[in-house]
């Protein structure tokens, strides 16, 4: 347990990006309140703390308005895993990810693993199969995955920790309700995913580097029935593994000191603010 006026220190951060109403937030409250709701525009940026067995897992939802598009490079500073999300019926909201916030990873680790993530396929005219149903342990491919976190036992509680950025923000991007009786044509392919994928590491010079195939970083979800939401997580969260370990291995500080981050008081003279 942290020492009184200390706090945990997240062992790594996950961001997620993407433009406004793909689902950004729909699929963290999915994921973290295991229920859909209809939500707004998120202000800024927001976190949630994952206390993942013994690691600590910040995960930023960010605001996908252009206005705040400014905010981006700061959340994505020292990331060791971004989500690039688009909404699967929007072939703009793909071409955004590359047009607009992949330059936003430039201040990511080295290391930093992406996922390409289509939300919404519940509504798509080939996604019945992806409607009625809660949680799908599998991935896109339809193959079972046992990530190395249900290995070891690892929980998955998670715990909400309050706005951060220009505004606070716990508001969130809508998913977008619809009428699931009458699909709409998707837009955006899994081939369309992969190639993307590719695309990103060819910008971040990552090509040539051991790193994990499309297949296992490019997923469909549903943050309305929670198709693949699980999954994805649970993957990204396993990969990111070596990261933490790194990090303890260099003797990083594990608490944050509150009392250091607290304004001084009117009376206080000298310091800065």
């Known amino acids: ?5 200390k706090m945990r220190k997240p062992d790594v951060k996950v961001v ?16 973290t ?9 998120t202000v800024g940026g927001a976190f949630f703390l994952k206390q993942w067995g013994p690691y600590n897992i910040s995960i930023w939802d960010t605001a996908g308005r252009e206005q705040f598009h400014g905010l981006g490079s700061m959340y994505c500073r020292g990331a060791s895993a971004v989500i690039l999300t688009y909404d699967v019926t929007n072939w703009q909201t793909l071409a955004e990810l590359e047009d607009r916030f992949l330059s936003l990873t430039d201040t ?14 519940d509504l798509t005219d080939s996604g019945s199969h992806h409607r009625g149903s809660d949680h799908h342990p599998t991935n896109q491919d339809g193959a079972g995955h046992q990530t190395q976190a249900e290995q070891q036992g690892l929980g998955t ?3 909400p920790t309050g706005g951060g950025g220009l505004g606070g923000g716990g508001g969130g991007e809508g998913e977008g309700t619809g009428d699931t009786s009458a699909p709409v ?12 994928y590719s695309r990103v590491l060819r910008y971040k010079g990552m ?27 649970e993957t990204i969260f396993d990969m990111v593994l070596p990261s933490i370990l790194k990090k303890r291995s260099q003797g990083e500080p594990s608490t944050v000191d509150l009392e250091e981050c607290r304004v001084p008081s009117k009376s206080t003279k000298g310091g800065c603010c």
């Open 33 to 41: 309140e295991r229920k859909f709701k209809d939500t707004i525009s």
């Open 1 to 5: 347990m942290p020492e009184p006026g």
């Open 108 to 121: 990511a680790n080295g290391d930093c693993i992406y996922a390409i993530v289509g939300n919404k396929a």
């Open 16 to 31: 997620i990006l993407g433009d406004m109403n793909v689902g950004k937030t729909s699929l963290l409250h999915r994921y």
């Open 207 to 233: 090509e040539d580097r051991a790193c994990p195939p499309a297949e296992r970083l490019c997923f469909e979800t549903s943050a309305k029935t929670g198709y693949n939401v699980d999954t994805l997580f």
């Open 185 to 196: 044509q998707k837009q955006v392919s899994q081939e369309d995913a992969r190639a993307l």
């Open 157 to 159: 509680e998670l715990q």
